[in-house]
């Protein structure tokens, strides 16, 4: 087995270079839900294609009817290397509402905060340039100290994780042969907490579905025509509101065909993790779990399905008052899937219920974005015990293997398109507001994490 | 009496300058709701009192905290002549969706339509610029014609009827002797149909409301904190759902304190007017009655209160999806009342069914916009028996008295503070788009509205 040292010494040394390196990717406003940022996310592939060249890979950005992939393979150092496929994204969310961020997004920093901690700010610092180049600077180590890596490694990039990965499916199709390897490393995911490694071994699954509801031909005087006329927005209000019941249970026909209680020593294990309903929602401002009753938060959270309106807009919205009874209202619906959910099923009951709670002389219609079957991994493989004493040793702390609320929907693919077992592992935190303003990622967090895929691949090169 | 042939004539002859004037103030962008246009606001109000001095009133821009007033004063032809006191306003509704409108809304033109008839299009054509500029060039007329008016009369123009009209009352307070007529006349309504002049008797009454329910202190990502953190969304649509309940009916305690049946003999005198569901809501493309069951669709409109939410937004709804959970959501909820219904209780009942729905981790903060109680004017007076005559001649058709759905708080104000009846005629057609793209004015409505002034003010001027 190589002696890894010199090569997390090298890391630590180089670490003002790698972060100049994360700085220019994160500049770029690779925005993939937004079409005017198409341009900014093929100059982001085209960046880490040149970056990756200039590691020895063979590089090369690949086209989709959306956004590029980057695909990149470089030989290990014996035939007989474990071959292992790197995922991840270098797309980026949204960064509307633009007034509250502190600083300009696309203008990444270093800067320091309370309690001695350095973060790095800016959007796709943490989800995921940041922890997509943990795994490019580990590489860029071995090459500097080694000249060589210590597997085979193939990279994928991916353009479209934060607009519902489109163009990923046909593209793992007409590559498989390309993209299998021995395991899949996926780097879109979080740490327990600041001091503790995790290991995700559950991802929720995801349908996204947004909804249109048309009544009048146009918009309307509500003095001329309200308590007359069909108003979108109460028919939105009643179809939202009764995706609930009372004990915070989603009343779709089979919503929870395929859906198990959670082990109960699994249960137990996540009690022993402290995290209570306080703690967990405290950070966030909030108290009173909002989901089903008489369950824990990581358990809401982990391991039980979910309904969320993730936007909702209709009538006037500007300052002032207009009395006006809009013409449509729309909603974007996301429901997150656990267990054996079947996405299809999921997004035809939701329709059947909306369809179903439409007045006769008004219409709807609905878009797809989205929908992939919940993910649960083995607790016990090779590859996550070596990964969890690996990241062990780094953080000077046992890693933790844990649930997942959000979605990675490629994790399914892999497993059922490649075949492919996926070992998860990211540097996030809970607090590194993804998807918000003021997104940050910490700089421990950049610096142990490069230092952890040092010793994964170190780990999964030995017999 | 007056003969008023030659006035009649005059305004026929002098009809394209006529337009021309409508249009120079149409041109004023004068969107009271959004502060952007506070220099607007003033400029329309400088250019009726221009055109007001221009016909010997005496005119002037009136300070308030909001957009200014107009008012004017011209003596009549003899120490007792009547005394009116009409009442405009000048500001009209923002114009977005802008990408919905044929033509620029604030470039008017004439343009020919089917069925031979010519409109003029433009921002505040018919609510309220064209209907005001009726009464200014009927006066115009007898200037130019007789030199004179038939009557004492002084004029207020508003510039903040289509935001709540914040200043109107602290207004009239401070210059009731100034304002107080013998009676109001109010422009600001519509005709029965193309062919038939209405006085509308009945006005609803309106509260307006905004909310912001507030959850988490920030944007979540809904698949780490989906199931487990309020989303306010969820909150809003329960509360909006939970309005009406399945009759149609508002639910809000002690909401119909105040409303009574409408007398069985003017509900007949409606029923013979003609106007069916199917005929009402086929012209904007619906044909099911929404609100209470069981009543006709001029009862639900005249005289029945509603609940209506007229706008609501939250979370992300620009292009594509984000899997976020919004830390506020708001909507923009009316009232529209009649009877003796009370716009303060309304109001409370509002704030205490809205409180009672907000989860103890979240928050919600009001915004009032304007209240307004029902107006129900005599059906018999003499006043509204000369102008019935009136038009009635100027139409060679009856005039019908009916209700109104629409709210015009200043007559309850002129009644309450000033002791002033009103007598409500206007030239509107329901198919007219106030408040909506493409709004629109009938070229006869001008036309016959500027006639309609000129026999109204000399039948009010005769014995």
Redesign the interface.
């Known amino acids: 087995m190589t002696n890894i040292l010199p090569v997390l010494d090298h890391a630590a040394a180089d670490l003002p270079a790698s972060l100049e390196r994360l700085f220019e990717l994160v500049r770029i406003k690779s925005i993939?839900?937004?079409?005017a940022y198409g341009a900014e996310c093929r100059k982001a592939a085209e960046w880490l294609v040149a970056e990756l060249r200039s590691l020895g890979f063979d590089a090369a950005v690949r086209e989709t009817p959306g956004h590029p992939m980057v695909v990149a393979h470089h030989d290990g150092p014996r035939e007989d290397a474990p071959h292992v496929l790197f995922y991840g994204h270098y797309d980026v969310?949204?960064v509307?509402p633009l007034n509250?961020w502190d600083n300009d997004p696309f203008e990444p920093a270093v800067r320091d905060i309370e309690g001695g901690r350095r973060i790095i700010t800016g959007r796709g610092t943490s989800d995921d340039k940041g922890q997509l180049m943990t795994f490019v600077e580990a590489c860029r180590a071995y090459k500097e100290t080694q000249g060589a890596l210590p597997c085979r490694v193939s990279i994928l990039f991916e353009g479209e994780e934060?607009?519902?990965s489109p163009s990923l499916k046909p593209f793992l199709e007409a590559n498989a042969a390309e993209l299998t390897a021995d395991c899949a490393l996926v780097c879109d995911t979080s740490m327990w907490d600041f001091e503790t490694p995790a290991i995700s071994a559950g991802l929720?699954g995801?349908v996204?579905e947004?909804i249109v509801v048309r009544?009048?031909?146009?918009?309307?005087?509500?003095?001329?025509?309200?308590?007359?006329?069909?108003?979108p927005?109460?028919v939105?209000?009643?179809i939202?509101?009764?995706?609930?019941d009372e004990s915070g249970r989603v009343t779709l026909e089979g919503f929870y065909d395929g859906v198990e209680e959670t082990p109960s020593q699994i249960k137990a294990a996540w009690d022993t993790l402290g995290t209570t309903?306080e703690s967990?929602?405290g950070e966030?401002?909030?108290?009173?779990?909002?989901?089903?009753k008489g369950r824990s938060?990581l358990e809401?959270?982990w391991a039980?399905?979910?309904a969320?309106?993730?936007?909702?807009?209709?009538?006037?919205?500007?300052?002032?008052?207009?009395?006006?009874?809009?013409a449509e209202?729309?909603?974007?619906v996301?429901f997150?899937l656990v267990g054996k959910q079947d996405p299809g099923s999921i997004r035809d009951a939701f329709r059947a219920y909306v369809q179903s709670k439409i007045?006769?002389?008004?219409s709807v219609s609905f878009h797809a974005?989205?929908g992939s079957p919940a993910i649960q991994l083995p607790y016990d493989s090779p590859l996550l015990t070596k990964a969890k004493d690996a990241l062990s040793d780094e953080w000077s702390k046992p890693a933790v293997v844990i649930g997942?609320?959000?979605?990675i929907p490629i994790v399914g693919d892999f497993q059922k398109m490649l075949g492919m077992e996926s070992l998860l592992v990211g540097f996030g935190l809970?607090d590194d507001?993804?998807?918000?303003?003021n997104e940050k990622y910490e700089l421990r967090s950049f610096e142990k994490g490069i230092r952890s895929w040092i010793r994964i691949l170190a780990a999964i090169a030995s017999k």
Request: hydrophobic fraction near 35%; include cysteine.
């Open positions: 993939s839900t937004d079409p969310q949204p509307d509250l934060e607009s519902g929720r995801l996204g947004e009544a009048a031909n146009r918009d309307l005087h509500s003095g001329y025509y309200g308590g007359a006329a069909a108003n927005i109460h939105l209000a009643e939202l509101a009764g995706l609930h309903a967990f929602l966030i401002g909030l108290s009173v779990p909002s989901g089903e938060v809401l959270t039980r399905p979910t969320e309106v993730n936007g909702i807009v209709g009538g006037y919205t500007g300052d002032g008052f207009k009395t006006v009874i809009a209202a729309s909603a974007k996301s997150r007045p006769s002389d008004c974005h989205g997942m609320g959000g979605s809970s507001r993804i998807h918000s303003p």
